[in-house]
């Protein structure tokens, strides 16, 4: 019912930054909780950031807090993700999901995906 797709992955020199963007279609942004996983090779999905479209309340997992900043632009149902202060360690695809109600760490209660996009940092 909810189609993602996500844009502004590429590359970036480590302490530069990067926003990401994610489209929602079918329908509004609003009443979803929307977030941002990254998985890279080897290791398991993992969250990144959260957003209630309702409120606009926002959660971080640990290792983006602080340096990503989760936002949303409801009118044309696009979530972003800016990510600052990049590291080598970062690298990963990240995708955006959404769901019905609160926001979740947990992707497997996520209901719809984008594809992802790649962000490599370089060292």
């Known amino acids: 019912q909810v189609q993602l797709v996500e844009s502004g992955g590429g590359l970036v020199e480590a302490g530069g930054s990067l926003r990401l963007s994610c489209i929602a279609s079918?329908?509004?942004?609003?009443?979803?909780?929307m977030g941002w996983f990254r998985q890279a090779p080897g290791k398991e999905r993992e969250f990144v950031a959260g957003?209630?479209?309702?409120?606009?309340?926002?959660e971080y997992g640990a290792t983006a807090k602080g340096r990503f900043t989760i936002s949303r632009d409801v009118a044309k149902n696009t979530m972003f993700l800016q990510m600052d202060t990049l590291e080598p360690e970062d690298t990963a695809v990240y995708s955006c999901?959404?769901?019905?109600?609160?926001?979740?760490?947990?992707?497997?209660?996520?209901?719809?995906w984008g594809q992802g996009t790649q962000v490599t940092v370089t060292v």
């Open positions: 999901a959404a769901r019905w109600g609160e926001i979740s760490s947990d992707y497997g209660q996520y209901h719809y």
């Open positions: 957003i209630k479209s309702n409120a606009g309340l926002t």
């Open positions: 079918g329908r509004t942004f609003y009443s979803y909780s």
